[in-house]
Every structure is written in structure tokens, then in C-alpha cells.
């Protein structure tokens, strides 16, 4: 049976229908019309491209096009000058749109030529573009930049007004159509089954390999069967399991029992990947970065001190002074996060790595066994050295035990404490109370910290008027809607240190429209908005209620049936303070609703 391709133009297409709507089930239904309209061999490279990319989130592999090479590549392909471009560029304010209307206006430059199966230039394959595209990301090297301008050229020189619009925006990073992979694996389940029942099951074998281009190959191929016997793999990241919350050492005893209890280490989450036959090693973030570059001091470590011919394994990156031996803060710890000067940078900030999971040893998944057969399985696999150590922990079943326990993580100047279940699994990408933290109170009424995004800022006035910034909007992740939502405004609290710093972080990020995936009142809208990607770590006093904050609030409509009405408030934060920037998380990895709900409880009962 001969299949039809799908073409770019086709992708376009729908991509345009994703940009048109805000609402996450259609958004859902549109995604699974597309996956249908796919075939297995192009499914997966189409998912890459929904992310921008042309290889995993984990892959480092991006494309390296910045506006001005753009502009080039447009005025080339369409035969104009570069001012003419960059005229309409301004305009806009999207160089997608522009190249659009600007391919509208200029003739097709190349000839109206045809592929064996008869398809006109710009009516390219899907594949086509895709393979064209992965040549732009990857190339390197002396002449990189003409090659990705001459790619780029002759792709806008050929493809439709339409295309074009959306290979600029993909190529620059500026898609974003307005969702994140989990509503891709609701789509998945849609594909298969007109409903989201089968996301559970998808998005487990997600969390095993984040690779939403393997995860939709296979279904497609095989339907849910595909992807029932999922496992982790040397080189791909397992997303990491999170924490839950609870507020003191009496409901950690009721809720998991007699447990194991270690520090909470004030530093950089790492899963380390390793292969004995070839001296293979990879280090990734929490949000799936590769950090191998940035600690060869790690990498060597494990190459000598891991008896294993297989592992995967997780612990945490902690700075200390050389001269004291003493661990240093958590912002010390993040300069090793760098491109250059890597060696010299090792030894002014020299790291310890404290290991303390293990998820995969050679050939045999561990996930879902016990948490103490792991540990012990840790315990024999790593031989410590200066640079690798074994994360102690302490089997506790008293309250006091744990509280003592807590007291002394604080003095030693830890974060507080971790409590695992002694049976509890590995759940990958995922809370259930297996893992609880328990860190030092920031007030009387608030337990933790909230890592929020920074969704936009509002200009300055008097003093803050230097810095071009007064107050800046942050937001938490509802995930039922897959959106940020607005929890609280930060102004007062910094330091010039802090302000300058913020400027300087934000100075990419700014966009000129709202984000679809921002849910903010027209009373709290920002001079400037940002893409999402500035995460930071901010204290504050109490959980309060509020009419115009969008976190947890929910909306009805009128008698009249016309407007909506505030029929139960949202959640906002009474005195937020910057603590410090979370350049190891993403997005997605910020506070959620729900962990807001469950605080605001908690804080009630403390009072």
C-alpha cells in the first residue's frame, strides 16, 4: 500500500490552526488530527519540530540563527535587499510574519521544477524540510554560518508564504504555538483513543525516556502496546523524581512510617549516566541539560570510582572552599554552569558530588524496586573519593529523631531534610510521597519556598527608574490547563546587585505580545512581557487570597450569562522576596497550583 507524504505545507497549515486558539482541548484535537494524518517514519521528526528542535530536549544540538543571520538568509532566498527586510521586520515585530508577507509581494526566484513524484518545489516533504533543518543545526565549524544562510536561503527561495512564516520562527526559537509536551501526550492518547485515559500510561513511559520523537514512533507504530516495556537507556535522562511537602516530623512518620533520612544538599540536582566499554559519561540537569562539559572533574571521578559496567545514577553537585573545606552557597555552586574557562573556573570553585539514588545498573532497571535494596546497591557500586560521595542517611522512627536530624542540617547549613519511604519506588517525573522534604521555615506561617516564573515586569519609577524596571509579575504552572498562572508582583527587597542582575537575565527574554500560556488579570498586565524561561527561588511571609491573582482562582459566568465573575479567589503571596535565580530549572519545574493549595492549607492549620 503506497502512502501518501505529509508535506510542510500541510504542517504549516495546522501549525496555523494551533496558533489561532488558547483553549487546551482544542488545541489537544488538533495535535491528534495531525498525529493521524502522519506517518510512523514521520511522526517522531514532526514532534521534534513542535519543540522547535531537531533532536530531544536533551540533545545539545540547537540551531544557532539569530535574527541578523535571518535577515540574510530571507533577503537571499527572496532575492531583495536586507534593508527592504528588515523595514518590514520592524513593522511587524515577527520576522516570521514578515518574511510571509514579504514572500507574498516577491515572484518565486527559482524555477517551477518538480520531484520524481511530481511535486513542486514548494510543495516539499515534511521530511524534506526536516532533513534540510537538521543540516542547519548541525553545522559547526569555520563556514558554519554561510552554509546555515545558503540552507536557509534556498528553503525560503522554495517552500510557500505560509512555510516560510513558520520555518523562520522555528529556525530562531520563536514558535511557541502555545503548549508544552504534556498536552502532546494527551494528544497521543486522543490519537489513539478520542479521549486523554491513556495519558497515565504515556506519560510514565515519557518519565522513563523523555523523547517525545521515540514515545510517538513507537505508538504510531505499534499503538499503546509500543511503549508498554519502555526503559531507561545509557545517554537519555530519566526525568527526576520530586518531593512532597509536609510540614512537620509528626505527619512524616504518619504518612511513610519508619524511614530513611539524609540532608537536603544546597545545590545542583545531577544524574549521571556511565558505560565501563567506553569510557562513556554524561551529566544532565533536572531539566534535562547536558552538563558534561562543565564538570570534567565529576566525569573523571566517575570513570575511576563506579564498579558498575552500566549506571545510572543521581546525587547532588555542592561547591566548598578549597581552603576551608567548607560548602559554599548555592549561586558559588551555579558559576561552574559555563562554557568557558572550565578548568580554571574547577579549581577556584572545587565540587563534591553526593550520590544518592541509584535507577539503572548494567542491563537492570531498579526503578521500581524498594528503596533500600537500591541503597544498598549504591552503597556497593560507589567507591568514594574526593569527589564523589556517599549521601549518609539515617533510618529514624521517632519524632525526635527526625527533628534533631533537621536541627543539625541547618547548623551544618543544609537546607533541611529529605525522608524516603524505606519501600517506597523511583517514581520518575513524579510526587506520591515516596520522597518528602522538610526544609527550614521562611516565616512562622510558610514552610518553604516557592520557585516561580518571571512572566513580566512593569516599568520603575524614582530610583528603579536606572534600571528600567519597577516590579516584575510572577506566575506558578496549573497543570490541568497546562498554563501560568499569576501568584504575585516582586519590587521591594532588592539589591542594586540584584536589580542589575535581573536586567541583565531579562534582556533576551522580552517579547512584544502576551504568551497564550499566561492567564493574568487585565489589572496586573506587564509593560513588557517575557518568553517563559527565568525561573526564580523567592520567600514570603503568607498565602493570602486574591481577586485578581489567576492562581486557583476560578471563574463563572454572570446572572446575565454574558461576563465572567471571580467565583472563587486565587492565591497571592504577602511580602515576596528574591532569594536567588534557579538556573537548574525549567518552566514546567516550577511551584504548582496544587503544591500552593496543599501550603495554604498547611499554613491554616499552623496558625
Known amino acids: 500500500m503506497t502512502t ?54 536533551y540533545d545539545s544540538t540547537e540551531f544557532g540563527v539569530a535574527d541578523k543571520m535571518m535577515i540574510r538568509a530571507v533577503a537571499q532566498g527572496l532575492d531583495i535587499e536586507t534593508d527592504q527586510v528588515l523595514k518590514e521586520f520592524k513593522k511587524m515585530g515577527d520576522l516570521g510574519s514578515a518574511t510571509e508577507k514579504l514572500k507574498i509581494k516577491t515572484p518565486d526566484a527559482g524555477p517551477d521544477l518538480k520531484d520524481p513524484q511530481g511535486l513542486t518545489l514548494n510543495d516539499l516533504k515534511l ?22 544562510v545558503n540552507l536557509l536561503s534556498n528553503l525560503i527561495k522554495q517552500i510557500d508564504p505560509l512555510s516560510a512564516r513558520y520555518i523562520v520562527r522555528l529556525t530562531l526559537d ?19 483513543k478520542g479521549s486523554k485515559e ?35 537507556v545509557i545517554g537519555t535522562p530519566i526525568l527526576m523524581a520530586k518531593a512532597d511537602r509536609l510540614k512537620n516530623s509528626k505527619e512524616i512518620l504518619e504518612k511513610i512510617g519508619r524511614c530513611a533520612v539524609e540532608f537536603k544538599y544546597d545545590g545542583l540536582r545531577l544524574q549521571v549516566h556511565y558505560k565501563k566499554s567506553n569510557n562513556f559519561v554524561k551529566l544532565f540537569s533536572r531539566n534535562l541539560e547536558d552538563l558534561t562539559p562543565c564538570f570534567p572533574d565529576i566525569s573523571e571521578s566517575v570513570k575511576k570510582s563506579v564498579a558498575a559496567d552500566e549506571a545510572i545514577f543521581e546525587g547532588e553537585i555542592v561547591a566548598y572552599n578549597p581552603q576551608t573545606g567548607v560548602n559554599v552557597a548555592f549561586q558559588q555552586t551555579m558559576q561552574r554552569r559555563r562554557k568557558y574557562d572550565i578548568e580554571k573556573k574547577a579549581a577556584e570553585i572545587p565540587v563534591k558530588l553526593y550520590v544518592f539514588e541509584l535507577l539503572y545498573q548494567s542491563g537492570k532497571n531498579l526503578i521500581g524496586l524498594p528503596y533500600r535494596k537500591r541503597k ?7 567507591k568514594e573519593d574526593a569527589v564523589l560521595k556517599y549521601a549518609n542517611e539515617t533510618i529514624v522512627e521517632k519524632e525526635e529523631e527526625i527533628e534533631q536530624l533537621f536541627d543539625d542540617s541547618v547548623v551544618e547549613g543544609y537546607e533541611g531534610i529529605i525522608a524516603k519511604r524505606l519501600d517506597g519506588v523511583y517514581q520518575a517525573g513524579m510526587r506520591g510521597f515516596s520522597w518528602i522534604k522538610f526544609k527550614r521555615a521562611m516565616s512562622k506561617k510558610l ?21 528600567g524596571v519597577g516590579e516584575f509579575l510572577t506566575g506558578v504552572y496549573d497543570e490541568s490547563q497546562d498554563k501560568f498562572v499569576s501568584i504575585t508582583k516582586i519590587g521591594t527587597g532588592l ?14 527574554l522580552e517579547i ?29 511571609d503568607e498565602l493570602t487570597r486574591s481577586q485578581v491573582h489567576t492562581a486557583g482562582r476560578i471563574l463563572g459566568l454572570s446572572k446575565s450569562g454574558k461576563a465572567e465573575k471571580v467565583t472563587a479567589p486565587g492565591y497571592s503571596l504577602r511580602f515576596p522576596r528574591l532569594e536567588r535565580f534557579r538556573d537548574d530549572k525549567k518552566p514546567e519545574g516550577v511551584t504548582t497550583v496544587l503544591e500552593i493549595m496543599s501550603m495554604f492549607k498547611s499554613q491554616g492549620e499552623r496558625e
Not at 455 to 467: L, N, V
Not at 516 to 538: G, N, S, T
Request: charged share 30%.
Open 174 to 192: 520563536k514558535l511557541r504555538l502555545g503548549f508544552s509536551d504534556m498536552t502532546v501526550l494527551d494528544s497521543l492518547s486522543w490519537m489513539i
Open 495 to 508: 539589591t542594586d546587585e540584584q536589580f542589575r542582575e535581573f536586567k541583565k537575565r531579562i534582556a533576551k
Open 4 to 57: 501518501k507524504p505529509m508535506l510542510f505545507k500541510r504542517l504549516s497549515e495546522y501549525f496555523q490552526q494551533l496558533e489561532s486558539t488558547s483553549l487546551r482541548l482544542k488545541i489537544t484535537e488538533i495535535l491528534a488530527e495531525m498525529f493521524k494524518d502522519a506517518e510512523k517514519e514521520e511522526i517522531g521528526k514532526l514532534c521534534y519540530l513542535l519543540q522547535g528542535r531537531v533532536t530531544p530536549l
Open 512 to 540: 512584544k505580545e502576551k504568551p497564550q500560556r499566561y492567564l493574568v488579570d487585565k489589572l496586573l498586565e506587564a509593560d513588557v512581557w517575557l518568553r517563559p524561561a527565568l525561573v526564580v527561588e523567592i520567600s514570603a
Open 198 to 232: 491513556l495519558r497515565p500510561e504515556i506519560e510514565r513511559a515519557y518519565n522513563l525516556r523523555p523523547d517525545l520523537g521515540y514515545i510517538s514512533q513507537r505508538i504510531k507504530d505499534k499503538g499503546i502496546k509500543g511503549i508498554k516495556h519502555v526503559q531507561p
Open 127 to 148: 521530511i524534506d524540510v526536516y532533513e534540510i533543518l537538521y543540516q542547519v543545526a548541525t553545522s559547526s565549524g569555520e563556514g558554519s554560518q554561510e552554509v546555515k
Open 447 to 467: 514552610m518553604d519556598t516557592f520557585d516561580v516564573l518571571v512572566m513580566g515586569y512593569t516599568f520603575g519609577e524614582g530610583k528603579r527608574t536606572i534600571f
Open 376 to 382: 544498598g546497591l549504591l552503597k556497593k557500586m560507589i
